[in-house]
Structure formats: C-alpha cells, structure tokens
C-alpha cells in the first residue's frame, strides 16, 4: 500500500484523501469532537447508566456503523432506481469486559469490542433479489463495515419489513 501511494505521489497524482477530527476535553467531564463544521459532545468511554448527558464513546462507534449502512443502502437503492418507504437499523455489540474501561482492580481481558451485530430494516416496493442486492453493495461500499469485520465478530444482516 505504501509503495502505491508513493508511486501516485512521484506520478503527479493527488495524495488521497484523509479525513480528521480534533477533540478536546473539558472541564465538565466530556469531550467535544470538531469535524468539518460539525461539534459532537463524546461522553465516557463506556457507561453503565441509564441516561448521561452525552452518548459514550462506543455509542458513537455503534451509531456511526448504523448511519453508516443506512446512508450507503439509501445510495445503492437510489442508483438502482429503487424507491424506499423506510429505513431503520438496530447496532449492539459486546464489549470482552467493559470492567477493564472503568478500572476495576484485578479484572482480566481487554475493553475492547469482541462482536457487533447490526440488522438493517428494510421496507420498499422492490422484490427480495433486488434488495438483496442493494445489501450486498451497501456491504462491500462500507468503510466502517470492511475496518470492524478485520477486527471483531460482525453479524449484519437486512430484514424487509412491509
């Protein structure tokens, strides 16, 4: 991949493109993540309450894989012409021992990711081939889907609902 790039840049041909965020702390215990002309508020890594000021770093992580496979699947439907009524997805994952994220003392394994599951809901006026194929190339258009399935247990799947 290096050897690629440097042979586009020494042909005159422009560097691809990276995407940046900066994030900042403050004082009243959060982030705030600057992209583009957008500012999120990224509360604790992980939590264990039932409602917080801001969504945890792993809920970002979770949301963004759904807008992710929704925003691709309305872009391959809409290149193929098919019209949608609907669009929804539900994202969980499993954390090895979310534990470890908050310092728990003697806890073992890592707070990372071990599975995510997400299930794409589905409702338009097209037969299942069709959308079975606007899945599969939501599927092999995603960034995020081709990242997390390197790393941990991806279970996706779409479900047409009328």
Request: net charge negative.
């Amino acid at each position: 991949m290096l050897r690629a790039v440097s042979e586009a840049r020494q042909s005159g041909a422009p560097e691809p493109p990276t995407w940046t965020a900066r994030v900042r702390w403050s004082n009243d215990r959060h982030a705030t993540a600057y992209a583009r002309n957008h500012a999120f508020p990224v509360g604790a890594p992980v939590s264990f309450r039932a409602t917080d000021a801001h969504p945890s770093a792993v809920e970002y992580l979770l949301g963004a894989l759904g807008g992710d496979l929704l925003g691709g699947f309305a872009r391959a439907a809409e290149r193929r012409a098919v019209p949608l009524d609907a669009l929804e997805a539900s994202v969980s994952g499993r954390l090895n021992n979310p534990l470890i994220a908050v310092g728990v003392i003697g806890e073992t394994g890592h707070p990372g990711f071990e599975e995510i599951a997400a299930t794409l809901y589905v409702s338009a006026d097209a037969d299942d081939p069709t959308l079975q194929s606007v899945w599969q190339a939501t599927l092999a258009a995603s960034p995020l889907v081709h990242t997390l399935q390197r790393c941990l247990d991806l279970h996706l799947e779409m479900k047409i609902v009328s």
